[in-house]
Every structure is written in structure tokens, then in C-alpha cells.
């Protein structure tokens, strides 16, 4: 698969086994701050400019995206979503209602219900892709 990111939407690797990876990189000033040493996780967490993008669709004329490829993770799934999911749920709490629902339909489902159960303070966008083999 080939992925083109930009801003703080994530795409994820949810394998079956329990694990989670991050395949993106935020573009926002907390998580540049986390990489140059300067906080924690926690402290970016509740940031006050948690929210601030340094690169984003409709900053500038030119949007240049991270691209690369990857796999699609073997027997497991393809998690893109916004801030308004993944800033709300923790890892595990995705890659366990994703791992323990039926079907990727339902799980999109699940997971939204869990964010806005969780406070849902921000738009929830979930797209998720099963790999078969």
C-alpha cells in the first residue's frame, strides 16, 4: 500500500496478536516538541497547543505530504482516523475494540460510540481495512 499523510489524521497497523503501530507521523508543534526532547507524552497530551499544525491542507499553496509504502499488516487491519478518535481512546482501547468486533463495519462503529462516550470533543473519522490473505 502507498499512504500520503498530512496533518494529524493517523493510519495505524492493528495486528491480531494485540499490538498497535503508528505507520504516521503527526505534523503538529507538540509532537515536533516531543521529538526534539523538549516533552513528554503525557505533557503533550494536554498541551494547550496540542491542536497546532505546522503542516496541513489549506496552510499554504503547496501541501507537501509525507509518502511512503508499506504492507498491509498480515491477518490484521488498516486503521486511518482522526484526532477525534485516536486523542480520546488510547492504543490499546483501538486495538482492542477493533480486535474483538466482528466485523470492520461494526468496529468503526464501536469505536466511535467509545470516543463520544469518552467525551467525543472533536469530529470521529474511522476508516478500517481488513488484510486477507
Known amino acids: 500500500m502507498a499512504i500520503a499523510h498530512l496533518g494529524d489524521s493517523r493510519a495505524y497497523a492493528v495486528y491480531r496478536d494485540g499490538r498497535i503501530e503508528a505507520l504516521t507521523t503527526d505534523h503538529s508543534l507538540v509532537k515536533r516538541l516531543q521529538e526534539m526532547g523538549q516533552l513528554t507524552e503525557e505533557e503533550a497530551a494536554i498541551h494547550p497547543q496540542k491542536s497546532v499544525l505546522y503542516r496541513a491542507l489549506g496552510q499554504g499553496a503547496t501541501a507537501q505530504a509525507d509518502i511512503f ?6 491477518q490484521g487491519f488498516l486503521l486511518i482516523c482522526s484526532d477525534g478518535l ?12 477493533v480486535n474483538s468486533t466482528s466485523s470492520p463495519f461494526l468496529a468503526c462503529h464501536h469505536l466511535v460510540e467509545a470516543a463520544n462516550a469518552a467525551g467525543g470533543p472533536d469530529n470521529i473519522s474511522v476508516v478500517l481495512v481488513r488484510a486477507v490473505s
Not at 69 to 74: F, G, V
Not at 86 to 97: A, N, P, Y
Open 69 to 74: 509504502t508499506s504492507s498491509l499488516p498480515s
Open 86 to 97: 485516536w486523542g480520546v481512546l488510547s492504543e490499546d482501547d483501538i486495538q482492542r475494540i
